[in-house]
């Protein structure tokens, strides 16, 4: 007998009627009455798939794992791209003791959605039960990078989530020692300058550690490489400026006798403008500096409170970029503070620290290289690689900051530096 379009509507609004009320009992803990309810849409619309799909639940409480199955095979020729039905029927078929079946179902679960977190954690814990730990962890891998932050971890899978996270983790630990016992043959045949470079290849190798770009902030020339830490034997300037340490730092010590004037906080946003991860350092002096070239521009009282320390800076070539460089300063990191990962402006200049004041406990990291400042030996470094800084001592850490030119660029090429930097200074400059 074909329904009219008046009884079509009468039995949809039967049957909407009836999941509303299953649902409700079974939020409510009442199953046997969610279960009978199912079974009336089920009579009414042979082919509803959460129907099926709740009385394959039912069935699979109850421990009748072949009417689980069957239901869930319905299920799934109803709503063939529902990836949750195959999903329940790797689980049932897990309780059945059927391992192919179980795959079978993972495997296309992933097929509908590669990134359906319960079937890659699925799969991974196969693989795990299988002995099978590093192809596990590499699936566990992928899940934790498809994964939202774990603030927003769903609370249904945290558990699962958390044992990913510390699987990868040992899988890391295990990979790391293999390659650290199998590489101390041809590590030791390594020039010393070349061991960093390896260290790093295999932190990436092992995923610890992700490549480390350039990031500039403004201008980035390209096809430069990253390089954390450049040689000071490199620089001809470096010998000199050591040897004028203790003088420098003797101007240094007479600036800070006379109090904070001339100091002012490094991170410095106006209101209204966004401070990212420098909300903690905004305007603060725990993170401090003395200018002595600001932006290209001499800080003539600050340079003439400090004569030494002019000369010293007036010997070294510095970096000459329209409106940014040369940028030079007396830089105080105050007792536990910690400068967030950030990026610099241009890797057409390199950054030096010639350190003066430096307790126990400091540490600067650029890109995956950790270094600890030594008091008169300087490091130049490319500050467009991702870098940080610490000072977990009990005194302040003062270095000296200048900018250098990147030694890979010509002098031509220095001359485009500056053409490019002053024509968009030019172009972004409101009349």
């Known amino acids: 007998m074909r329904r009219g379009p008046k009884d ?40 509803h798939p959460q129907a099926l799909y709740s009385l394959a639940i039912h069935a699979f409480q109850r421990g009748d794992f072949t009417g689980a199955m069957e239901l869930l095979k319905a299920a799934n020729a109803a709503a063939p791209d529902d990836p949750l039905i195959l999903m329940t029927a790797s689980v049932v078929q897990r309780e059945r003791g059927d391992i192919d079946g179980e795959w079978q179902a993972i495997i296309d679960c992933l097929v509908i959605d590669p990134y359906f977190l319960p079937g890659m954690l699925s799969k991974a814990g196969f693989l795990e039960r299988q002995g099978r730990t590093k192809a596990a962890a590499n699936v566990y891998r992928d899940v934790l990078k498809v994964s939202p932050p774990e603030a927003h971890w769903p609370d249904a899978l945290r558990t699962q989530l958390q044992h990913a996270r510390e699987a990868v983790e040992a899988h890391t630990e295990a990979f790391d020692a293999h390659l650290q016992a199998s590489l101390a043959g041809p590590r030791a045949a390594l020039e010393i300058a070349a061991t960093g470079r390896w260290a790093e290849a295999a932190s990436i190798l092992t995923g610890r550690t992700q490549p480390y770009w350039s990031n500039a902030n403004q201008l980035s020339v390209p096809r430069l490489p990253p390089v954390p830490f450049f040689d000071r034997a490199d620089f001809s300037w470096v010998a000199d400026l050591e040897a004028a340490t203790p003088a420098i730092r003797d101007e240094l010590r007479a600036v800070q006798q006379t109090g904070q004037d001339g100091f002012s906080p490094y991170i410095a946003y106006n209101p209204g403008e966004p401070v990212n991860q420098w909300a903690d350092l905004n305007h603060s002096d725990r993170w401090s500096s003395f200018p002595l070239w600001r932006g290209g521009v001499p800080v003539r009282e600050n340079l003439d409170r400090c004569p030494r320390t002019a000369r010293a800076l007036e010997a070294v070539k510095m970096a000459r970029i329209s409106g940014l460089c040369p940028n030079a300063m007396f830089s105080v990191l105050a007792p536990h503070t910690w400068i967030p990962p950030h990026h610099g402006e241009t890797n057409a200049r390199l950054v030096v620290h010639l350190p003066l004041i430096v307790p126990p406990g400091c540490t600067y990291r650029v890109g995956y290289e950790r270094r600890t400042w030594t008091e008169g030996e300087v490091l130049i470094f490319d500050d467009t690689l991702e870098h940080e800084a610490r000072n977990d001592g009990d005194e302040p850490r003062v270095v000296l900051i200048f900018d250098v030119w990147n030694p890979l660029l010509s002098a031509a090429e220095q001359d485009m530096v500056q053409a490019m930097t002053t024509a ?8």
């Not at 009627?17 to 199953?31: E, K, P």
């Open 8 to 47: 079509t509507a009468q039995m949809t609004a039967q049957v909407d009627a009836l999941v509303q009320a299953a649902g409700q009992a079974a939020n409510a803990g009442r199953w046997q009455d969610a279960e009978r309810l199912w079974s009336q849409v089920r009579t009414l619309a042979p082919d």
């Open 424 to 431: 968009a200074r030019d172009f972004n400059t409101e009349a």
